[in-house]
């Protein structure tokens, strides 16, 4: 008898995303603040906070505004790097790289050009990776708040719960296209069903509502690299 073969990634997406509890958890971290002023989950400001950052008027530039936005995900870019990003030759290379990365395109509408090595996004999270106290996270979280619909925010939770694929963006952008677009239609009624507003890209509907289904259990767990 052969052992039953694991999911395939794009399984892994599509049972998480079709949880019962999925809608639950997705209100629960867009939740108002409570009386207190208190807000449940900070990174529900993530994208929106001063009003995004790919608004027309900082899409390609890195603002103080982003680097605290990074915060609300519970990681923090190094004084240097930002103050480099802000004022100095970091900050100018990564402009010029955004502004050859398309901020009105959702992943599911990209080209695999768009997403893959050597392409101005790749070249982007690299460059940042570069930077000392910068590592993957904070690298991938930090263009995703510039690029919400193209780019997602992925962290050790989540590529725990998805099987550590070679490249998430690549995968993810599979998926979403896979079986006439299915994953990505189902995370926009996802979306619809938990009452969230359309400024909330599908692909931060998938981000969430990935890492709210695992975390509690990788930190209980202690999953590796968590």
Not at 206 to 212: H, N, S, Y
Request: net charge neutral.
């Amino acid at each position: 008898m052969t052992a039953d073969r694991p999911p395939s990634f794009e399984q892994r997406l599509r049972t998480v995303v079709a949880s019962e509890r999925a809608p639950a958890r997705l209100r629960a971290y867009f939740a108002a603040r409570s009386e207190s002023g208190v807000i449940p989950y900070t990174g529900s400001r993530f994208e929106h906070l001063g009003g995004g950052g790919d608004r027309p008027q900082v899409m390609n530039t890195v603002t103080a505004e982003d680097l605290l936005a990074v915060q609300t995900l519970s990681v923090t870019i190094p004084s240097q790097v930002a103050l480099d990003l802000l004022e100095g030759d970091l900050g100018r290379r990564i402009s010029a790289l955004l502004s050859r990365i398309p901020h009105d395109l959702d992943m599911v509408d990209a080209d695999a050009a768009d997403l893959e090595p050597g392409s101005p996004a790749d070249d982007a999270w690299r460059l940042l990776l570069k930077q000392d106290g910068i590592g993957w996270v904070k690298a991938g979280k930090l263009l995703a708040r510039k690029r919400p619909r193209l780019l997602p925010v992925y962290d050790e939770v989540v590529k725990c719960l998805v099987g550590r694929p070679k490249s998430y963006w690549l995968g993810l952008h599979g998926a979403l296209r896979a079986d006439d677009r299915a994953l990505h239609r189902e995370l926009l009624e996802l979306r619809a069903s938990a009452g969230l507003s359309e400024t909330v890209s599908a692909l931060r509907v998938c981000d969430v509502v990935l890492w709210t289904h695992h975390r509690d259990d990788h930190r209980r767990r202690g999953c590796a690299g968590g």
